[in-house]
T-cell receptor
Framework: GENVEQHPSTLSVQEGDSAVIKCTYSDSASNYFPWYKQELGKGPQLIIDIRSNVGEKKDQRIAVTLNKTAKHFSLHITETQPEDSAVYFC??????????????FGKGTKLSVKP | NAGVTQTPKFRVLKTGQSMTLLCAQDMNHEYMYWYRQDPGMGLRLIHYSVGEGTTAKGEVPDGYNVSRLKKQNFLLGLESAAPSQTSVYFC???????????????FGSGTRLTVV
């Protein structure tokens, strides 16, 4: 089955710097890669996702890149702000019309943005 | 639109007691999931359901049972709680694909369970 590895487990940056979180997956059939942000005491919330037919996707200060050959994908956060401090999870699954595989999550990265 | 609602938010159980966690969604999602979250372990799938009346085992199903009698509700039961089941439990729901076009999971806010 699918296995998702996520690095680093903790990341500390200065406000305004960029942050990068990397994930690798094992199942070459996986075609859907979402990222979730979990703030303290809350459930994870989808912040961006990418499908395997796209190499990069951006949404304001966040972007995700996908390298299917190497089976890895990354989350990039630019101009970090204190409110970006949270735990971030990557995930992978196989998705298709009318059906979907379960999301397999990485173990999470705790991002701390220091003012 | 409430999304995914979990009850209760907190609970303390004694070893051997039983309880049921309730998850309700109002988005007409077909798929529903129960995850547990432990420090350093990420989110691990306990059980899931792909439609009303169906359930299936996930990665860590032992000690748990589930039921999906109504499309909008997914119940997680602990028949005889053990300290190893101390965790934060999250319910999620999703729609399988187009035409809605949204593949992501919507999570509830979690239930913090302590078994003493």
């Amino acid at each position: 089955g699918e296995n998702v590895e996520q690095h680093p487990s903790t990341l500390s940056v200065q406000e305004g710097d960029s942050a990068v979180i990397k994930c690798t997956y094992s199942d070459s059939a996986s075609n859907y890669f979402p990222w979730y942000k979990q703030e303290l005491g809350k459930g994870p919330q989808l912040i961006i996702d990418i499908r395997s037919n796209v190499g990069e996707k951006k949404d304001q200060r966040i972007a995700v890149t996908l390298n299917k050959t190497a089976k890895h994908f990354s989350l990039h956060i630019t101009e970090t702000q204190p409110e970006d401090s949270a735990v971030y999870f990557c995930a992978a699954s196989i998705r298709g019309w009318g059906s979907q595989g379960n999301l397999i999550f990485g173990k999470g990265t705790k991002l701390s943005v220091k003012p | 639109n409430a999304g995914v609602t979990q009850t209760p938010k907190f609970r303390v159980l004694k070893t051997g007691q039983s309880m049921t966690l309730l998850c309700a969604q109002d988005m007409n999602h077909e798929y529903m999931y129960w995850y547990r979250q432990d420090p350093g372990m990420g989110l691990r799938l306990i059980h899931y359901s792909v439609g009303e009346g169906t359930t299936a085992k996930g990665e860590v199903p032992d000690g748990y049972n589930v039921s999906r009698l109504k499309k909008q509700n997914f119940l997680l039961g602990l028949e005889s709680a053990a300290p190893s089941q101390t965790s934060v439990y999250f319910c999620a729901s999703s729609y399988p694909g187009p035409p809605a076009g949204h593949y992501g999971y919507t999570f509830g806010s979690g239930t913090r369970l302590t078994v003493v």
